[in-house]
Nanobody
Framework: QVQLVESGGGLVQSGGSLRLSCAASGFTFSWCVSSCVMSWYRQAPGKERELVADISGRTNYADSVKGRFTISRDNAKNTVYLQMNSLKPEDTAVYFC??????????WGQGTQVTVSS
């Protein structure tokens, strides 16, 4: 059974940094270096869930986080990271990781809260 577990969220002041981690169990990243997409999404109160960044063979970022956030993966640790710098209050949300494969599997983590105070 595949599980994704996020960690690293918390409360930080505006301008600060956090690093989120998403550890996968029951799945080996090296199975699909370019045919799986690992993503970070976020959902703020009263808003729809939105894509923040994803990584497969390359990376992709939402315009709102370009230059501030960096997504990376460590296949040896089956973990994907989201380094978040220069955080703003509007980055406050629950952050979710997602694993989607090109054979149709789709998994989500339970989410981790990020709160940025002004």
């Amino acid at each position: 059974q595949v599980q994704l577990v996020e960690s690293g969220g918390g409360l930080v002041q505006s301008g600060g940094s956090l690093r989120l981690s998403c550890a996968a169990s029951g799945f080996t990243f090296s199975w699909c270096v370019s045919s799986c997409v690992m993503s970070w999404y976020r959902q703020a109160p009263g808003k729809e869930r939105e894509l923040v960044a994803d990584i497969s063979g390359r990376t992709n970022y939402a315009d709102s986080v370009k230059g501030r956030f960096t997504i990376s993966r460590d296949n040896a640790k089956n973990t994907v990271y989201l380094q978040m710098n220069s955080l703003k209050p509007e980055d406050t949300a629950v952050y979710f990781c997602r694993l989607a494969t090109d054979w149709g599997a789709d998994y989500w983590g339970q989410g981790t809260q990020v709160t940025v105070s002004s």
